[in-house]
Each structure stands twice: as C-alpha cells, then as structure tokens.
Antibody, heavy 112, light 112 residues
C-alpha cells in the first residue's frame, strides 16, 4: 500500500524556522518526483515545492523562494521541507505529496 | 502563472442525480510531450485530498466509474454520473503542465 506520513509541524514565532519530514513507503520512492502542498485554514490548495526523483531540480512557488528548501533522501525514502523566515501567511496544513498519495497533513502555525 | 477557474463554486445535488464541474485554464495545458496534465482531486470533510483523475480522463485505482473526466486544451470537465452520499466534499482541478503547478479554487459538492 502506498503511504506517505508527514510530520514536524507546530507553533513557531514569526521569523522562526521549522523542518517538515515525510516518510514514504509502498512504492519505489527514488523513481518519483515528490512535493509539498499547503492549505491555509478554510482555504484552497497551494503547491509549494517540488523535487525531481534524483533531487537534481527543485521548484518553488514565488512566495517561498529563498526561504524554503525542499530536499530528499532516497536511501531513507524521505522528503523534507526546511522552512526559514516564517511569516504569519505561511500558517497552513502542509501535505507531503507523491504522484499517487498524500500525507495526512501537518499543521504549521506562525504566530507570536 | 496559469490560473485555473472552476465553476460552479458550490453545487447541491440530489442523490442519484448527475453533477458536472467545469475547469478552465488561462493557457493550454498540452505539454511538449503531447500529454495534457490536468488532474482532479476530491477532498472529503476532514480528510486529505486524493486524486481521482489524471491526464484529463484517466481514473486512479479504486475510483468508482461514476467519475469521469473530459476536455482538452483549456477547457475541462469532471462529471459524476450519479451522486452518492460519499461524494460530498470539495473538488479541485489542478494542472501540472506549467510551473508553478496550480489548483482551481475548489467546488463544494453537497447533497440536497
């Protein structure tokens, strides 16, 4: 069964940092792109970042460029999102996404 | 960025009746490889989104055949042939042809 489990969310002050993690199983992780999608409370979906299967290329939505870094460890079937200089508008549920499955989501709250 | 516009934004349907959601993009979604990367997602209340349809009309594994996708270029449609109670939720179209990948605003489907 394809499964992705995301974690690492929490409450952080504006300007702070947080690292999200995602553990994947049930598919050949290294064969697929992976990404992060977020959903602000009561809002729609926004694709945040993508990484190609070998990590050679990464893509970010403009609002997080220079602040967020997506990475992966194919040996550990894991995906990460390092989030720095966090802002109130980054408050959202963050989903780890594979081509065929989404994680359950992890809530990031940026507030003083 | 490619803007995805869905209509209607909400839909109340009688059980057993059909439903249709339109999705229009501001640019053609035909990729250089000839494929059209238009997906449909369902988000049931309190759950993560799940993909229903990929590349316009291909149903994901386990998706009931009452769901169908069609369209081309910039104009796409998701149809539910006979709405069931479990179909309640928000439906999103999403394009993965152009970076950044973008979602429609979502269409809330309710049962009368």
């Amino acid at each position: 069964e394809v499964q992705v489990v995301d974690s690492g969310g929490g409450l952080v002050q504006p300007g702070g940092s947080l690292r999200l993690s995602c553990a994947a199983s049930g598919f050949t992780f290294s064969n697929h792109w992976m990404g992060w999608v977020r959903q602000a409370p009561g809002k729609g979906l926004e694709w945040v970042a993508n990484i190609k299967r070998d990590g050679s290329e990464k893509f970010y939505v403009d609002s997080v460029k220079g602040r967020f870094t997506i990475s992966r460890d194919n040996a550990e079937n894991s995906l990460y999102l390092q989030m720095n200089s966090l802002r109130a508008e980054d408050t959202a549920v963050y989903y780890c996404v594979s081509p065929s499955a989404w994680g359950q989501g992890t809530l990031v709250t940026v507030s003083s | 960025d490619v803007v995805m516009t869905q209509s209607p934004l909400s839909l109340a349907v009688t059980l057993g009746q059909p439903a249709s959601i339109s999705c229009r993009s501001t640019q053609s979604l035909v990729y250089s490889d000839g494929n059209t990367y238009l997906n449909w997602f369902q988000q049931r209340p309190g759950q993560s989104p799940r993909r229903l349809i990929y590349k316009v009309s291909n149903r994901d594994s386990g998706v009931p055949d009452r769901f169908s996708g069609s369209g081309s270029g910039t104009d796409f449609t998701l149809k539910i042939s006979r709405v069931e109670a479990e179909d309640v939720g928000v439906y999103y179209c999403m394009q993965t042809t152009h970076w950044p990948w973008t979602f429609g605003q979502g269409t809330k489907v309710e049962v009368k």
